[in-house]
């Protein structure tokens, strides 16, 4: 059976798209300090690993994404995830929810999941 027309469906993690909207969650995340459990700001260097992806094509394009978080100055460790959606509006990008934050422990969880 094919996806419904304008519903969600599996994203490729490795699109440059997909990749664009998370980058701009997680700047827009450390400039507003959005989530108190990230103990990082804009001047912080971590990594952003893509967990989930899915998309919807609307007037533009929706992603929904959970995104890791990982020290990027030492040894790559877990900061936490978090679920975000982004309307790209032909590249105009903004988040229209911020969803629920992810301890360490529940990412590793999160990905045996998707691993099995």
């Known amino acids: 059976m094919s996806p419904l027309v ?6 490729n993690r ?4 997909v990749k664009e ?3 701009f969650a997680v700047q827009l995340l450390a400039s507003n300090n959005r989530y108190n459990g990230f103990n990082f700001d804009d001047s912080t ?6 967990i989930k992806a899915l998309q919807q094509v609307v007037a533009g394009m929706n992603y929904k994404l959970t995104l890791e978080i990982k020290d990027g ?4 460790e877990c ?10 509006r032909f590249g105009d990008l903004s988040v229209t929810n911020w969803g629920e934050e992810y301890d ?3 990412v590793q969880k999160i990905k045996e999941e ?3």
Not at 6 to 11: E, K, L, N, T, V
Not at 45 to 50: L, Q
Not at 73 to 76: K, Q, T, V
């Open 6 to 11: 304008g519903s969600y469906h599996i994203a």
């Open 14 to 17: 490795d699109d440059d798209q």
């Open 21 to 23: 909207a998370a980058q």
């Open 45 to 50: 260097t971590v990594h952003v690993s893509i």
């Open 73 to 76: 100055d030492g040894n790559g």
């Open 79 to 88: 900061l936490g995830a978090f679920d975000v959606t982004i309307y790209d």
């Open 104 to 106: 360490c422990e529940r």
């Open 114 to 116: 998707d691993e099995g």
